[in-house]
């Protein structure tokens, strides 16, 4: 008879496998977490209990449910805080398994997503910088090498939460701090623009492309500064500044003889803005009859013939 309830009891067994192995396929797991501050699951950090000695150094990797797993204290989670906040939390952890009455943890991140600043656009070497905790602009830039020639010194922080970008103008001559001490936060994106270009033709002393710097962008006395200035035979109150505004060509007629007096305000130049002066062929006449009388005077002095 007991027998005959032992072959029972196994066919009952048995029967009842196929069932816990079916619940068993779906293990119960905590949701999905994504946090957008602090460590996140995924990231791996280097941790370093010197209180155990078989557990000095590990490499933990967060779980899902933003956990990692800590010897004699279980999971703990990290996931949503700084690194010392973590070590905090494990420092915890241990005291309240009364494992060790002063435990001493250390972590190091080796990898986490959400706690670095992408540096993009117009410098030396761009590439993610870990970033712990908010830090100025000045040491973020620091470790991207300097600026390139073609950037603009206007530089734009994207924000990882919702608060609004920042567009920061930094001092093309670096003499100050304006706008490296804007703060910067674990998550942001850090781009330096590149500048654009104007163009300078006609009677410049050197006409040519030139890049947009300093700021978004230059007046034009900035600008005609950089094209060497107007020469002899500039015709200043015919200048013209041509812009292309939706697709038509705009012409802006500008006195250089009263910009530089100050009698007309210095409008700022655009991204793909021409500056043309023409000749004043009066001017060319007058100033090759000078040539040709100053040339005349020292060939007659030279000769030796006196007027």
């Given at each position: 008879?007991?027998?005959?309830?032992?072959?029972?009891?196994?066919?009952?067994?048995?029967?009842?496998?196929p069932a816990a192995q079916g619940q068993q396929a779906v293990p119960q797991t905590d949701p999905q977490v994504d946090f957008s501050v602090g460590?996140?699951?995924?990231?791996?950090?280097?941790?370093?209990?010197?209180?155990?000695?078989?557990?000095?150094?590990?490499?933990?990797?967060?779980?899902?449910?933003?956990?990692?797993?800590?010897?004699?204290?279980?999971?703990?989670?990290?996931?949503?805080?700084?690194?010392?906040?973590?070590?905090?939390?494990?420092?915890?952890?241990?005291?309240?398994?009364?494992?060790?009455?002063?435990?001493?943890?250390?972590?190091?991140?080796?990898?986490?997503?959400?706690?670095?600043?992408?540096?993009?656009?117009?410098?030396?070497?761009?590439?993610?910088?870990?970033?712990?905790?908010?830090?100025?602009?000045?040491?973020?830039?620091?470790?991207?090498?300097?600026?390139?020639?073609?950037a603009s010194y206007h530089v734009l922080i994207a924000h990882r939460d919702d608060a609004p970008p920042e567009d920061v103008e930094l001092d093309?001559?670096?003499?100050?701090?304006?706008?490296?001490?804007?703060?910067?936060?674990?998550?942001?994106?850090?781009?330096?623009?590149?500048?654009?270009?104007?163009?300078?033709?006609?009677?410049?002393?050197?006409?040519?492309?030139?890049?947009?710097?300093?700021?978004?962008?230059?007046?034009?006395?900035?600008?005609?500064?950089?094209?060497?200035?107007?020469?002899?035979?500039?015709?200043?109150?015919?200048?013209?500044?041509?812009?292309?505004?939706?697709?038509?060509?705009?012409?802006?007629?500008?006195?250089?003889?009263?910009?530089?007096?100050?009698?007309?305000?210095?409008?700022?130049?655009?991204?793909?803005?021409?500056?043309?002066?023409?000749?004043?062929?009066?001017?060319?006449?007058?100033?090759?009859?000078?040539?040709?009388?100053?040339?005349?005077?020292?060939?007659?002095?030279?000769?030796?013939?006196?007027?």
């Amino acid at each position: 008879m007991v027998r005959i309830y032992r072959r029972i009891a196994l066919m009952a067994l048995l029967a009842a496998l196929p069932a816990a192995q079916g619940q068993q396929a779906v293990p119960q797991t905590d949701p999905q977490v994504d946090f957008s501050v602090g460590l996140a699951p995924g990231d791996i950090v280097e941790a370093h209990f010197l209180d155990f000695p078989e557990a000095a150094d590990l490499h933990l990797t967060i779980s899902p449910s933003g956990t990692i797993f800590v010897p004699y204290a279980g999971p703990v989670k990290v996931a949503g805080l700084m690194p010392e906040q973590a070590e905090a939390a494990i420092v915890q952890a241990l005291k309240d398994k009364q494992v060790v009455a002063a435990p001493q943890v250390s972590l190091n991140v080796v990898s986490a997503r959400n706690l670095v600043v992408v540096v993009l656009g117009a410098v030396s070497l761009p590439h993610p910088i870990p970033l712990f905790a908010p830090a100025p602009l000045s040491m973020v830039l620091g470790q991207v090498g300097n600026l390139s020639t073609s950037a603009s010194y206007h530089v734009l922080i994207a924000h990882r939460d919702d608060a609004p970008p920042e567009d920061v103008e930094l001092d093309r001559t670096l003499n100050t701090l304006r706008g490296l001490d804007v703060m910067v936060r674990p998550g942001d994106v850090v781009t330096v623009a590149q500048a654009g270009n104007f163009f300078a033709l006609g009677e410049f002393n050197h006409p040519g492309i030139f890049p947009i710097v300093g700021t978004q962008h230059m007046t034009l006395m900035q600008a005609v500064a950089a094209a060497g200035g107007p020469d002899l035979n500039a015709a200043l109150s015919r200048a013209r500044i041509l812009r292309l505004v939706d697709g038509h060509r705009e012409e802006i007629d500008i006195d250089l003889a009263k910009l530089h007096d100050g009698k007309i305000a210095d409008p700022l130049i655009q991204t793909d803005d021409i500056l043309f002066v023409p000749r004043n062929f009066g001017k060319v006449l007058i100033n090759s009859w000078l040539s040709q009388s100053l040339y005349a005077l020292s060939l007659s002095h030279t000769l030796g013939f006196n007027p």
